[in-house]
C-alpha cells in the first residue's frame, strides 16, 4: 500500500512538473505576495510571463531579482530580497513563472 502511494505521488510528480515549482514557490513563501491568476501584493505570475516572455535574458533577470528583491516595475510596492531562496532555486522559480500560460 505504501510503495502503491509512493509510486503514483512519483509518477504524478513527473507527469505534473509545474506542481511542483508551484509547491517550491509555496514552501519559499511566493505565494504569500503573489498568485497565479491574479495580483495580490505583488503582480500575478501571468502578467509577469506576459510581459518578459519575448525578452532575451529575462530568466536571469528575474532570476536576480528574485533573491534580491526591487521596486518600480509594477508599482510603488518593492519586493524584498528573498534571502531563502538560492540562485539556482531562483532560476528555476524564474523559469516557471515565465512558463505561465
Ligand atoms: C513581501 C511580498 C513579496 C514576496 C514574499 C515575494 N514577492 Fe515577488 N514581488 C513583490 C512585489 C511588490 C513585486 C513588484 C516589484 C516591482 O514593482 O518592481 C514583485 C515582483 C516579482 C516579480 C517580477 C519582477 C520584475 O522585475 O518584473 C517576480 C518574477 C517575482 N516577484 C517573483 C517572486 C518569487 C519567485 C518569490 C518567492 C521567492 C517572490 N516573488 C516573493 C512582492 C513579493
Not at 508551484?22 to 514552501?27: E, G, R
Not at 532570476?63 to 528555476?92: C, D, F, H, L, Y
Request: charged share 20%.
Amino acid at each position: 500500500m505504501k510503495k502503491a502511494l509512493l509510486l503514483l505521488t512519483l509518477s504524478l510528480g513527473s507527469l505534473a512538473p509545474a506542481w511542483a515549482d508551484l509547491a517550491l514557490a509555496t514552501a519559499k513563501n511566493c505565494m504569500s505576495c503573489h498568485a497565479v491568476e491574479r495580483k495580490v501584493l505583488g503582480p500575478s505570475f501571468k502578467d509577469v510571463a506576459a510581459k518578459y516572455r519575448d525578452s532575451k535574458g529575462a530568466a536571469d533577470a528575474l532570476a536576480q531579482k528574485i533573491m534580491k528583491g526591487g521596486a518600480g516595475v509594477w508599482g510603488a510596492v518593492p519586493m524584498p530580497a528573498n534571502t531563502q531562496v538560492s540562485e539556482a532555486e531562483a532560476r528555476k522559480l524564474a523559469l516557471w513563472v515565465l512558463a505561465t500560460p
